[in-house]
Nanobody
Framework: QVQLVESGGGLVQPGGSLRLSCAAS????????MSWYRQAPGKERELVAT????????NYADSVKGRFTISRDNAKNTVSLQMNSLKPEDTAVYYC??????????WGQGTQVTVSS
């Protein structure tokens, strides 16, 4: 069974930092590029960041570039998202996924990030 378990979300003030983590299982993690997505209430889910299977390349949405850093540990089947200089508009539920399972509309529960003073 494919499992995607996100953690690390919470309430943080603008300008603060959070580190999200995703534990994946049920597929060959090291063969898949992994991404972080986010979805605010009433809005479309958007792609935030992607890292290649061997961590050789990364890609970020313009809205988070320079503030967020995606990383992975293939030995632990985890992918992380370090979020710095957080803004209220970063408030959303954050999900990790591969393109493969996102394409099948399979998602974990996500982790809530709220940026507010």
């Amino acid at each position: 069974q494919v499992q995607l378990v996100e953690s690390g979300g919470g309430l943080v003030q603008p300008g603060g930092s959070l580190r999200l983590s995703c534990a994946a299982s049920g597929f060959t993690f090291s063969s898949h590029a992994m991404s972080w997505y986010r979805q605010a209430p009433g809005k479309e889910r958007e792609l935030v960041a992607t890292i290649s299977n061997r961590a050789g390349s990364t890609n970020y949405a313009d809205s988070v570039k320079g503030r967020f850093t995606i990383s992975r540990d293939n030995a632990k089947n985890t992918v992380s998202l370090q979020m710095n200089s957080l803004k209220p508009e970063d408030t959303a539920v954050y999900y990790c996924n591969s393109f493969r399972f996102a394409g099948k509309d399979y998602w974990g529960q996500g982790t809530q990030v709220t940026v507010s003073s």
